[in-house]
């Protein structure tokens, strides 16, 4: 007999030998799933890596037919269900996760996308998540009975070990109430991914913003270009050191735009290099003193000076 048919009649009796004892697993009791206990003859509460778990989780559902088994997510695994006689360490599952993982991370997410596809995931194939080579067990904790990132009270701090920028932006004096979880991640992106930018939960940023700010989207007789294009023009959504989330404080935020030159108080300090009666307002870096309504207006006049001042 040759070294090659040596080789494949080992393969064929080992192959021969996890089929007879996965059909022995399958007639004892099963303890999670229907059909689990080829799995759970070895990985039992005495297992060093928890996965009876499981059974506290959806994904361990007996009644719930579409639920899955081991195998629906390892695959079949003989070679690991029964480790070859010729190999000293028992080889991996066919399909397993995690950093150390052999299968590639597209097989594995596939694994996920098999059931979770459409709907909220329709777009996670173009996502920046996708894009980073992420897989879906680096955020999810599939054999506990608690999802860290899936739980409002855990979720920012399961985010927040990678965007770590957004991390220190949300403990500045002025940020969304991301630390009180009155707001979490989820609510303004879908880490799944978004036809928006950023992995908006809507298609663009400022319709995400109106689903809380909605008495910011009008419609106005007189509207602010920069309010109908993109908030985070003038604000910083996570956090910031000025009021109101602003990326900088007035004037200098404003004068982004609007050159001092261009604004009449401005103009005439600039040009004559004295301080006239009505530049007290800018002198006291205060625009919002008189353009109150920054995001838009209903005021009817039909003039220069009221359509772009957005005063009352």
Excluded at 99 to 125: A, D, F, M, Y
Excluded at 177 to 185: A, G, L, M, T, Y
Excluded at 223 to 242: F, Y
Excluded at 281 to 300: A, D, E, F, M
């Amino acid at each position: 007999m040759s070294k090659q048919a040596g080789g494949i009649r080992k393969w064929m009796l080992a192959l021969l030998a996890g089929a007879a004892l996965i059909g022995h697993a399958y007639a004892a009791k099963d303890i999670v799933q229907v059909g689990d206990a080829v799995c759970t003859r070895c990985h039992d509460e005495g297992e060093a890596k928890p996965v009876l778990s499981i059974g506290q989780t959806r994904h361990g559902t007996m009644a719930d037919k579409s639920a899955g088994t081991c195998t629906a997510c390892h695959g079949e695994s003989p070679t690991h269900v029964s480790k070859p006689s010729d190999v000293t360490e028992r080889p991996k599952p066919t399909v397993n996760f995690g950093p150390k993982s052999s299968t590639p991370i597209e097989e594995r997410n596939q694994v996920c996308l098999n059931c979770h596809q459409g709907g909220q995931r329709t777009h996670w194939q173009t996502g920046a998540h996708a894009a980073a080579n992420m897989e879906c067990t680096s955020c999810h904790k599939i054999h506990s009975q608690e999802d860290p990132v899936r739980d409002r009270q855990t979720q920012p701090d399961v985010c927040f070990s990678c965007h770590k920028e957004q991390r220190a932006q949300v403990m500045r004096p002025n940020h969304h109430p991301i630390p009180e979880r009155k707001v979490v991640c989820v609510d303004c992106h879908n880490p799944h991914g978004s036809a928006g930018p950023k992995l908006m939960q809507r298609d663009s940023v400022v319709a995400t913003c109106y689903t809380c700010h909605m008495e910011k989207r009008g419609p106005f007789v007189r509207s602010h270009q920069p309010v109908t294009e993109d908030c985070t023009i003038c604000h910083t959504p996570h956090g910031s050191v000025n009021d109101n989330l602003l990326k900088q404080r007035a004037p200098f935020l404003c004068q982004q735009c609007h050159e001092p030159s261009g604004v009449s108080h401005q103009g005439k300090i600039a040009n004559t290099g004295r301080v006239a009666a009505d530049n007290r307002y800018t002198l006291g870096r205060g625009c919002l003193n008189c353009h109150t309504n920054i995001h838009g207006s209903n005021n009817p006049l039909d003039d220069t000076s009221n359509g772009r001042a957005l005063q009352r």
